[in-house]
Structure formats: structure tokens, C-alpha cells
């Protein structure tokens, strides 16, 4: 179902960018953060078309994509919840808020899933998202929740996804 969430690439847009980014090595950051800007992640077909039409090498571009955190491969859901782990929010419980989000969304614990499986959501870990006194906190979208429990993240999840028509999976 991950399938219908890959990205459509244009092959002409990936050409401007290594025409005005460059193609050697030095280009790599700019490149995939064009990529990622444009898609949301970093899609298998803009990637293969970056190496095959510049002087770096697959090793190179996926060593660097999977270096650096802001960088993900995977596609994203529709809907993006970030939660905060920044040490305010850590010590006052943001992985109870996962524990609970994957519930609701159907995200089996322990796995390496992070988007539910109707592609509605994903949930990220970021760090310290700058409202410490609302820990533990977490962003849907662009709005910000704060002095959550489990309960709470919850429940602002089951209404953000009935105001958007998403369908929840989970319990
Ligand atoms: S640590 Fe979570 S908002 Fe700062």
C-alpha cells in the first residue's frame, strides 16, 4: 500500500537542478536537499538519475543521504506529526507519546515503520522544537500540542485525523 506515496519524478527537474547545482562531488548536500525539498524524501528514481548523470557515485550519494538525519528515503504520509525529543520532552515522557500515536495508527512497536500503512501519517522523532515549557510536545502538520500524556496525544490525533478525513487503523 507504501507503493501509492512514491513520489512521480520528473526526470527534466532533476537535470536543472545538477545543471545549476553542478555534478561533482562537492554537490551532493545541495542535490539531495533539492530532492528532498521538492518530494518530501528522497525518491529511488531521482536518485539513479543523479548518478547517472553525474560524477557521483551511488555509494557516495546514499552514504551521505543516510548520514545525515534530515534526510529519509522512505516516502512520507500525507500528514506528518513530529514528536520532540529534546531533553525536556524526553525526561517528561514524548516516548509515551509514541507508544501511544503508533497504537492509534496501526504501527506495530518495535518495527522500522514510521508511516501507517493507509500512508495517512508518519511519525518522526525530531530534537528540541523551542516550546520546552509545554514538554512533552509534538507538531501535526503545522500546529503544535503541548503538556501531553499518552491520552492527550491521542486524542488530538483521533481529531486532526476526523477533520481531515483520515482514517485512523489502529485502536
Ligand atoms: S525539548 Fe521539547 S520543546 Fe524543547
Known amino acids: 500500500m507504501m507503493e501509492s506515496l512514491e513520489a512521480k519524478v520528473e526526470p527534466a527537474k532533476v537535470m536543472e537542478w545538477i545543471e545549476?547545482?553542478?555534478?561533482?562531488?562537492?554537490?551532493?548536500?545541495?542535490?539531495?536537499q533539492e530532492i528532498q525539498t521538492e518530494y518530501g524524501y528522497l525518491p529511488r528514481t531521482a536518485m539513479d538519475l543523479i548518478v547517472k548523470n553525474t560524477s557521483i557515485s551511488g555509494s557516495r550519494l546514499f552514504g551521505v543521504a543516510t548520514f545525515y538525519t534530515q534526510f529519509r528515503?522512505?516516502?512520507?504520509?500525507?500528514?506528518?506529526?513530529?514528536?520532540?525529543?529534546?531533553?525536556?520532552?524526553?525526561?517528561?515522557?514524548?516516548?509515551?507519546?509514541?507508544?501511544?500515536?503508533?497504537?492509534?495508527?496501526?504501527?506495530?512497536?518495535?518495527s522500522d515503520d514510521d508511516t501507517s500503512a493507509n500512508g495517512s501519517y508518519t511519525v518522526e522523532d525530531v530534537?528540541?522544537?523551542?516550546?520546552?515549557s509545554l514538554a512533552p510536545a509534538m507538531v501535526i502538520d503545522?500546529?503544535?500540542?503541548?503538556n501531553l500524556s499518552g491520552a492527550t496525544a491521542k486524542r488530538a490525533l483521533v481529531k486532526h485525523a476526523k477533520k481531515n478525513d483520515e482514517e485512523l487503523l489502529g485502536v
Not at 503545522?142 to 503541548?146: L, S, V
Open 73 to 110: 528515503l522512505e516516502p512520507v504520509g500525507r500528514h506528518l506529526i513530529k514528536i520532540c525529543h529534546g531533553t525536556a520532552c524526553h525526561v517528561t515522557g514524548a516516548d509515551r507519546l509514541n507508544t501511544s500515536l503508533n497504537s492509534v495508527l496501526g504501527i506495530p512497536s518495535g
Open 20 to 32: 545549476n547545482l553542478g555534478s561533482d562531488a562537492s554537490s551532493t548536500v545541495p542535490l539531495l
Open 127 to 132: 530534537a528540541c522544537i523551542g516550546c520546552c
Open 142 to 146: 503545522q500546529e503544535t500540542f503541548g
